[in-house]
């Protein structure tokens, strides 16, 4: 290779490169020195079991606030180190290189795979697919269970879409047939959001008609 050729650097969030320890504590860090956690499932089941014992429906509200921060929180570091890394902001990026950072991103920090499906986009919606969530994989699925029961995550992608876009956007669970494998939610206009939770979601899971007309 010439002196002359660009030389690309490896994925942003390579865990070899991405994720230090420090031996004598065990303490897991970014790069940058950002101290990283390990949520046990069992702890993340526990706290909106022991909410919803507490604070009925209130619980899911409290969930999907909590969750709303931590996403946009998530954004704002995933977007300053790539920021850092590649030297250009993360909205500058081609299309391809964007959806594989944000992919490797959620990989290396345990949330799962998201794919992103623009499909409704005539509609103001974004269709996004977890697999294998390290979110939304510890709720417990029950067979009466509604859209609420996944607000943790959706409150996660929706504060990640809004910190994202700086747009006021909001997330909901629409099929959860498949969790813990596979959970799909819609994010759009937090208004439009709430009508398509007050006028479908109540009833259960949206079925590929219904989504049509939106």
């Known amino acids: 290779m010439s002196k002359s050729a660009t030389v690309i650097p490896t994925n942003c969030f390579n865990p070899k490169s991405y994720v230090t320890s420090h031996p004598a504590t065990g303490l897991l860090a970014t790069r940058h020195g950002d101290r990283l956690i390990a949520v046990p499932e069992m702890l993340l089941r526990s ?17 999907y606030t909590f969750g709303d921060n ?7 570091r995933v977007s300053q180190d790539i920021k850092q890394y590649y030297g250009q902001p993360i909205l500058t990026t ?9 992919q490797s991103a959620w990989a290396v920090h345990g949330l799962g795979k998201p794919l992103i499906d623009f499909s409704l986009s005539e509609q103001g ?8 969530s390290g979110i939304g994989g510890s709720t417990e699925i029950k067979d009466d269970a509604t ?9 996660f992608l929706g504060g990640w879409f809004a910190a994202l876009t ?10 959860w047939s498949e969790a813990p494998t596979s959970i799909q939610f819609l994010i759009g206009n937090a208004d439009h959001i709430e009508s398509i939770e007050r ?16």
């Open 47 to 63: 706290v909106a079991n022991t909410l919803r014992v507490e604070t009925g429906e209130a619980s899911y509200l409290a969930l």
């Open 70 to 76: 931590w996403g946009k929180n998530f954004c704002r």
């Open 94 to 102: 081609i299309a391809p290189e964007f959806f594989v950072q944000i």
């Open 125 to 132: 919606l974004i269709v996004v697919t977890i697999e294998n």
């Open 147 to 155: 859209y609420r029961a996944f607000s943790l995550e959706a409150g």
């Open 166 to 175: 700086g747009e006021k956007l909001r997330a909901c669970a629409f099929n």
């Open 199 to 214: 006028a479908h979601l109540q009833m259960g899971m949206l079925t590929a008609d219904t989504l049509k007309s939106l």
